[in-house]
């Protein structure tokens, strides 16, 4: 199983909702990411989790929080959001963060509309 | 965290081979260039990825320049199933981090 599975794949939220975003995988990765897609625009790394524990924030704002519950799973939880937030968000998962020969894979992401 | 340049799109026709160019003259030593593409309404995959000498795959090929300041990724014979946007990314070790350049769109014609 190659598979990283996001859900919802669609997602309208109103500025003062909270929701999330859900990521899974079951390659035994243990470095996980988000990314953030504006049309037309390439990936920005958002955060990177590596054996559950947060590594890097790209100084997201607070409105982003994510959760690595366990090495399988990866949650990003939206409140508050901007119309500007309104995006493709992207997982991704690697085996471990230690090489940079490591190959990530990715989810076919979570399209977000802020209104 | 060095940056890459790629042309913002591309043409190539079927069964030809398509070379596209990447420039990342503030690469240093340590940095592995590894190219990552999207096809349309899916999520970046990887491609291939080099330090220093050329790379072939079932893919792809990758052309490391000698003073690595550039690098070209070359499809042999491109299909219609290669249209997508490629993505020259530099990794820097112990950074964590895959930064995506902008990419270039790659259109193939029947």
């Known amino acids: 199983d190659t598979e990283v599975t996001q859900t919802p794949k669609h997602l309208v939220m109103g500025m003062t909702n909270k929701k999330s975003l859900k990521c899974e995988q079951h390659m035994g990765h243990r470095a996980m990411y988000w990314y953030k897609q504006k049309a037309k625009k390439p990936p920005e790394l958002m955060f990177v989790y590596s054996y559950e524990k947060l590594s890097i924030n790209e100084s997201v704002p607070s409105r982003f929080s994510p959760e690595c519950p366990n090495s399988s799973l990866l949650n990003l939880h939206l409140h508050a959001l901007q119309p500007e937030d309104s995006a493709l968000y992207l997982c991704?998962?690697?085996?471990?963060?230690?090489?940079?020969?490591?190959?990530?894979?990715f989810g076919e992401g979570s399209r977000l509309t802020v209104l | 965290d060095a940056k890459t340049t790629q042309p913002n799109s591309m043409e190539s026709n079927e069964e030809e081979p398509v070379h596209l160019p990447c420039n990342h003259s503030?690469?240093?030593?340590?940095?592995?260039i590894h190219w990552y593409r999207q096809l349309p309404s899916q999520g970046p995959e990887y491609v291939i990825h080099?330090?220093?000498s050329n790379v072939n795959n079932r893919m792809a090929s990758l052309a490391i320049a000698e003073d690595r300041k550039s690098s070209t990724l070359i499809l042999h014979r491109a299909t219609l199933r290669d249209a997508a946007v490629y993505y020259c990314i530099l990794y820097t070790s112990g950074t964590y981090k895959y930064i995506f350049g902008t990419g270039t769109r790659l259109k193939v014609l029947a």
């Open positions: 991704a998962s690697s085996q471990a963060l230690a090489g940079p020969t490591g190959e990530l894979f």
């Open positions: 503030t690469i240093s030593g340590t940095d592995y």
């Open positions: 080099g330090l220093t």
